[in-house]
T-cell receptor
């Protein structure tokens, strides 16, 4: 079973509109972290936002917010006021505290969503 | 400053060559990582170093040899690679390797082509 599922291979949004990128996860750990990364065509993976499993408030960072619904095991990324520079691949990722000794430090990624912002 | 640097940006090498990729961070992070990424796919973890010691090797072929000379520097030595090893190689670092709370910061990557 996939630990991180991103069901939207591609998404389109008009400039200045908001967009939600979906992410669901699967873990039996109580303690875990959820991350979103942006990867433009240049290749660099840019850290956007983090949500801890014990955090009661949804994380926000500028135009990025994370809609964390723990019971549904979802951690959707919301980008408000989209800009042309937001066009990129977006990855959702998870780190589990008790992933096992052989997975110490491991970040598990979803398959990614390609976001295209239209002018 | 959340900068991880990688050199070179691009590398073309033959299957008999030996080359090295270099990664550097000055954030005081104690964990460093190598990932391999194919086009339009998520990164795949190769190695994890924690406090300059190799803590994870994800069954990577021995033609890839990591080295962590100090807490700021991570190298990946390449020898006798195959064309299927062509990929983007990403380095990352984080404050620690254990636990779920440390975000990883990535470098810009090295695009490797094996001919």
């Amino acid at each position: 079973a996939q630990k991180i599922t991103q069901t939207q291979p591609g998404m389109f949004v008009q400039e200045k509109e908001a967009v939600t990128l979906d992410c669901t996860y699967d873990t039996s750990d109580q303690s875990y972290g959820l991350f979103w990364y942006k990867q433009p065509s240049s290749g660099e993976m840019i850290f956007l936002i983090y949500q801890g499993s014990y955090d009661e408030q949804n994380a926000t960072e500028g135009r990025y917010s994370l809609n964390f619904q723990k019971a549904r095991k979802s951690a959707n990324l919301v980008i408000s006021a989209s800009q042309l520079g937001d066009s990129a691949m977006y990855f959702c990722a998870m780190r589990e505290e008790n992933a096992g000794g052989t997975s110490y430090g491991k970040l598990t990624f979803g398959q990614g969503t390609i976001l295209t912002v239209h002018p | 400053d959340t900068e991880v640097t990688q050199t070179p940006k691009h590398l073309v090498m033959g299957m008999t060559n030996k080359k090295s990729l270099k990664c550097e961070q000055h954030m005081g992070h104690r964990a460093m990582y190598w990932y391999k990424q194919k086009a339009k796919k998520p990164p795949e973890l190769m190695f994890v170093y924690s406090y300059e010691k190799l803590s994870i090797n994800e069954s990577v072929p021995s033609r890839f040899s990591p080295e962590c000379p100090n807490s700021s520097l991570l190298n990946l030595h390449l020898h006798a690679l195959q064309p299927e090893d062509s990929a983007l190689y990403l380095c990352a670092s984080s404050r620690g390797a254990g636990g779920p709370f440390f975000e990883q910061y990535f470098g810009p990557g090295t695009r490797l082509t094996v001919t």
